[in-house]
């Protein structure tokens, strides 16, 4: 029997409670025993693992950030030039542009960047290890990702604090008064003119990066546009950017207030992967993401009407205890018979997980090895944390450690 969702006695959650944005995860728990679908003040959230799954994988249901923002909120140039990123296209339009970045963005590519993941994390462990002390967040996690990030495109990473700036501007978009509009507008036009003039280099002077595999790339006669292959490289840089500096922060606080889970990995490294895996499995720094109906459907006995705002919520359904056991035991030896949902799913999956997994890896690698035996300077509940809503993580983490190599 189908009933509509509006008749539904649901639970409710507040998003912006402070109960909620300090710590989700009871009130997720006790909405999923009632039901797989939870009212919020912005729309449904999901909360099981299956729920997400199915919701992230429908055909009718599009990214809804332009929706739920409302047209009348941005200016029409604004909206034009978001229809252009890889997330807001549908359909045909988005099978056809991703089938082309999937010829050039593969794991190969991942792979050819590890080295150089590794000198950046030396050249930014040096001056740490040489102290035993560090804050981790500012001196380690913020600048590493623009600065691989630069290097995969083909970017000079000496320019990475403007790219870093550019993402901080562009993640105040939810701000919607005309001045930071204007603020956000002017982040984003430096942005491309940067990303277009670097496209146009490197169609003279081609390399080994990235960005040259995008415009060599040929998929039955058709080729990516300029336009494209910058708003593509913005996109990578806001997507890559502070997730990853944050998800490694995140993955640091654990094994320092962890200390036989981060005895395990001094022990085995060949661990790593799977602690990665729990650490995007246990703190998901996006906690999840927005899809609109494109018609009437159906969904496990639910009817949602065209235009219902729906939130497949990757922090509940990474702690669902029908596919994860024991789901709020933080475990890096965990077998993950699912893939976490904290790249996304389907159409729209994460283009950039395998980078993010490679930069998680080689920068724990790095830190298990010049920072043995770390642990946090402070006590846990002095470390301060971003809500979670938005991109969480630690607003910062001192350690303190044995002087490394």
């Known amino acids: 029997m189908v009933a509509d969702v509006d008749t539904l006695d649901l639970p409710e959650i507040d998003l912006f409670a402070a109960e909620f944005l300090t710590d989700p995860h009871p009130l997720l728990h006790q909405a999923r025993s009632r039901h797989w679908l939870a009212r919020t003040q912005i729309g449904y959230l999901v909360l099981t693992y299956d729920g997400v ?128 509009r204007a603020r956000v507008w002017q982040a984003q036009e430096e942005l491309d003119a940067a990303m277009l003039a670097v496209v146009e280099r490197k169609r003279d002077d081609p390399g080994d990066d990235l960005v040259s595999d ?16 910058a708003t593509l490289a913005d996109n990578i840089i806001t997507a890559g950017t502070d997730t990853t500096r944050n998800e490694l922060a995140c993955g640091v606080f654990e094994l320092a207030t962890r200390r036989d889970q981060l005895q395990l990995l001094l022990d085995d490294r060949a661990l790593l992967p799977s602690a990665v895996e729990e650490i995007l499995r ?13 018609c009437d459907i159906e969904l496990d006995g639910v009817r949602l009407p065209q235009g219902t705002v729906v939130l497949p919520t990757f922090l509940a359904a990474n702690r669902d205890p029908s596919v994860y056991p024991e789901p709020d035991r933080f475990d890096v030896t965990r077998e993950h018979a699912q893939p976490v949902h904290s790249f996304g799913g389907g159409a ?4 950039g997980a395998a980078l993010a997994r490679a930069e ?46």
């Open 282 to 294: 246990y703190r998901p720094v996006v906690p999840g993401t927005m899809r609109e109906t494109l």
């Open 214 to 229: 995008l415009i060599a790339v040929e998929v039955d006669v058709a080729r990516l546009s300029d336009e494209d292959i």
């Open 348 to 351: 729209h999956f994460c283009i």
């Open 53 to 180: 799954h199915a919701v992230l994988r429908h055909p009718d249901l599009k990214f809804a950030s332009v929706a739920l923002l409302g047209e009348s909120e941005l200016s029409a140039t604004m909206l034009e030039r978001s229809r252009r990123n890889l997330l807001h296209r549908h359909g045909d339009s988005h099978t056809q542009f991703r089938k082309l970045v999937s010829r050039a963005f593969t794991p190969r590519t991942v792979e050819r960047v590890r080295p150089a993941m590794r000198d950046m994390l030396d050249a930014l462990l040096d001056p740490v290890c040489a102290r035993g002390t560090c804050e981790f967040v500012s001196e380690v996690a913020y600048p590493y990702p623009p600065q691989m990030i630069c290097a995969l495109l083909g970017v000079d990473t000496s320019r990475w604090p403007e790219v870093s700036d550019w993402v901080e501007v562009l993640f105040s978009s939810f701000q919607l008064d005309p001045a930071n």
């Open 360 to 405: 998680l890896q080689e920068a724990l690698a790095r830190v298990l090895d010049r920072m043995p035996g770390f642990d946090l300077d402070c006590h846990p509940s002095e470390v301060e944390w971003k809500p979670a809503v938005g991109i969480a993580g630690p607003v910062a983490l001192p350690l303190r450690f044995e002087f490394g190599s």
